[in-house]
């Protein structure tokens, strides 16, 4: 079973920084999973971004949807991001929320049944405006209750606020 990090937090709060910190810590070699699908011009460059953060000790796999198929048995792995995954597929399903969960749900599960060290990052979309639209409101929800069923199974929790990572769950380091 994965040994689990969870780090949530909003838009550019520092999530990101903070997981790939924590998995170079915990190994020489860590594994980056990345779940975005390149959307418009962007995002291609808010990836690149990221690529460019992180330097030759890392593996990067790219996977969408099926992050279970990949054997990540004894390494350390930066999973990026949820909220990401999980629109990937709420859009196969045809923005149908159970379905989606129901999928989602399954994938966590079987994903988290291999012996890994384990850091993913999601967001916190329901701690800013309320959605105007039925369809954002319907992905805000199946990302808090996503959001809920991983933190559930998470050894620790981090909220991050403003660069600073807030421990909500788990054993504290701290003496």
């Not at 690149?48 to 792995?77: A, N």
Request: proline share 2%; with cysteine; net charge negative.
């Amino acid at each position: 079973m994965a040994q689990i990090t969870f780090i949530t937090g909003g838009q550019r709060s520092g999530k990101s920084s903070f997981a790939q910190k924590q998995a170079e810590e915990s190994s020489a070699a860590p594994v980056y999973l990345a779940t975005a699908r390149i959307w418009d011009e962007d995002f291609h460059q808010r990836v690149k971004r990221h690529q460019s953060d992180r330097d030759e000790q890392w593996t990067t796999i790219e996977e969408e949807i099926e992050i279970s198929k990949h054997d990540l048995s004894g390494k350390t792995v930066l999973l990026d991001c949820i909220t990401l995954w999980l629109t990937n597929i709420f859009y196969e399903n045809k923005n149908d929320v159970n379905a989606s969960l129901e999928i989602a749900k399954q994938e966590w599960d079987k994903f988290i049944n291999q012996d890994m060290k384990l850091f993913v990052v999601s967001n916190e979309l329901g701690m800013g405006v309320h959605p105007e639209n039925e369809l954002a409101r319907k992905f805000a929800d199946l990302q808090g209750w996503m959001n809920q069923y991983i933190a559930s199974s998470a050894n620790e929790v981090f909220l991050m606020v403003s660069g600073i990572p807030v421990q909500v769950k788990g054993i504290s380091n701290d003496d």
